[in-house]
């Protein structure tokens, strides 16, 4: 039965539109509303095919909400997210983020909104299973290795950086401890920027090249042995969708923000 009403804000983009057309064959899920501005107006299925899902598309998160979504997706832009975010809570839809390029701070405030308004919010960089698993690997390494970077590779016209997975990944080893520098940064010779960004107790380094999709390697080293941890992706947006159907399932359980996958799934 379709019990779960769902809005997909970014649903003619290419991580919204392969989760689009999934939620339409979900037996459990009606989507209701879809946001795109260049689209207003049209039936979603007219920009995405098939013709068969005429879930609305609308001008702005404001128009969509009022088709009262259980469920509010959020897979525009870093410069739309937060206030798309702030209005569907305000609404009492819970949230799942998908978009990258939000800060801390802005987590910080979505979380106050949330509990606030007794709503859930599952923020996660990279719905992708094999990234879900470096997470965990990563926060096992770091308990026994102090020392760590991280390298986060994507196509040169990425321009949010470092990824969402990189933050997040930054966020999660943050709460273990903090990566140790051998030599600290202000005794370094040299243009300090080439360490790369300090995150959250990590030095991040985001290269945007072409020939790349997206990719992080988290190296961790010890004294005569290291260990790399790689992810790479591929060119679909396919393997995203399992994740973000399970957060849309779950979404309603939490209450306030939530990061990561991992929050709603069971090691
Ligand atoms: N968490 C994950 O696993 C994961 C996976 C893939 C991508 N991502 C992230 O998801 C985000 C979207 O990526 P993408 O590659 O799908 O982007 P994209 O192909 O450029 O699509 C962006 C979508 O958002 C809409 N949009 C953009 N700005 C908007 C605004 N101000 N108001 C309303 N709608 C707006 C666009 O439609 P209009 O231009 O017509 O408005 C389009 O539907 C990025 O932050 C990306 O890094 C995350």
Same mark, same amino acid.
């Given at each position: 039965?379709?019990?779960?009403?769902?809005?997909?804000?970014?649903?003619?983009?290419?991580?919204?539109?392969?989760?689009?057309?999934?939620?339409?064959?979900?037996?459990?899920?009606?989507?209701?509303?879809?946001?795109?501005?260049?689209?207003?107006?049209?039936?979603?299925?007219?920009?995405?095919?098939?013709?068969?899902?005429?879930?609305?598309?609308?001008?702005?998160?404001?128009?969509?909400?009022?088709?009262?979504?259980?469920?509010?997706?959020?897979?525009?832009?870093?410069?739309?997210?937060?206030?798309?975010?702030?209005?569907?809570?305000?609404?009492?839809?819970?949230?799942?983020?998908?978009?990258?390029?939000?800060?801390?701070?802005?987590?910080?405030?979505?979380?106050?909104?949330?509990?606030?308004?007794?709503?859930?919010?599952?923020?996660?960089?990279?719905?992708?299973?094999?990234?879900?698993?470096?997470?965990?690997?990563?926060?096992?390494?770091?308990?026994?290795?102090?020392?760590?970077?991280? $390298?986060?590779?994507?196509?040169? &016209?990425?321009?949010?950086? @470092?990824?969402?997975?990189?933050?997040? =990944? #930054?966020? !999660?080893?943050?709460?273990?401890?903090?990566?140790?520098?051998?030599?600290?940064?202000?005794?370094?010779?040299?243009?300090?920027?080439?360490?790369?960004?300090?995150?959250?107790?990590?030095?991040?380094?985001?290269?945007?090249?072409?020939?790349?999709?997206?990719?992080?390697?988290?190296?961790?080293?010890?004294?005569?042995?290291?260990? $790399?941890?790689?992810?790479?992706? &591929?060119?679909?947006?396919? @393997?995203?969708?399992?994740?973000?159907? =399970? #957060?849309? !399932?779950?979404?309603?359980?939490?209450?306030?923000?939530?990061?990561?996958?991992?929050?709603?799934?069971?090691?």
């Amino acid at each position: 039965m379709k019990t779960l009403r769902i809005c997909v804000a970014g649903a003619t983009g290419w991580a919204g539109s392969a989760l689009a057309r999934a939620i339409f064959t979900a037996e459990d899920m009606e989507l209701v509303a879809a946001i795109s501005r260049s689209h207003a107006g049209e039936s979603l299925g007219e920009v995405i095919g098939p013709e068969e899902l005429t879930t609305p598309v609308f001008g702005s998160a404001a128009d969509a909400l009022k088709t009262r979504p259980d469920v509010f997706v959020e897979y525009t832009k870093p410069d739309a997210a937060k206030g798309h975010i702030l209005s569907a809570l305000k609404s009492r839809a819970h949230v799942v983020v998908g978009t990258s390029g939000l800060t801390n701070e802005d987590y910080e405030e979505i979380d106050r909104v949330a509990r606030e308004a007794d709503r859930g919010v599952l923020a996660v960089g990279n719905f992708a299973l094999t990234v879900v698993l470096l997470q965990k690997f990563a926060e096992m390494a770091a308990r026994y290795i102090p020392h760590w970077e991280i $390298i986060d590779y994507a196509h040169a &016209g990425k321009k949010d950086v @470092p990824s969402g997975t990189a933050r997040e =990944l #930054a966020n !999660r080893l943050s709460k273990i401890r903090e990566a140790e520098l051998v030599v600290p940064l202000e005794k370094i010779e040299g243009p300090v920027e080439t360490r790369g960004a300090r995150l959250q107790g990590t030095q991040v380094h985001s290269v945007r090249l072409p020939g790349y999709v997206i990719s992080i390697d988290a190296i961790f080293g010890m004294p005569d042995q290291k260990l $790399i941890l790689r992810h790479e992706s &591929g060119t679909s947006a396919e @393997p995203y969708v399992n994740g973000a159907l =399970l #957060a849309i !399932r779950e979404v309603g359980k939490l209450v306030g923000l939530h990061r990561g996958l991992d929050s709603v799934m069971k090691f």
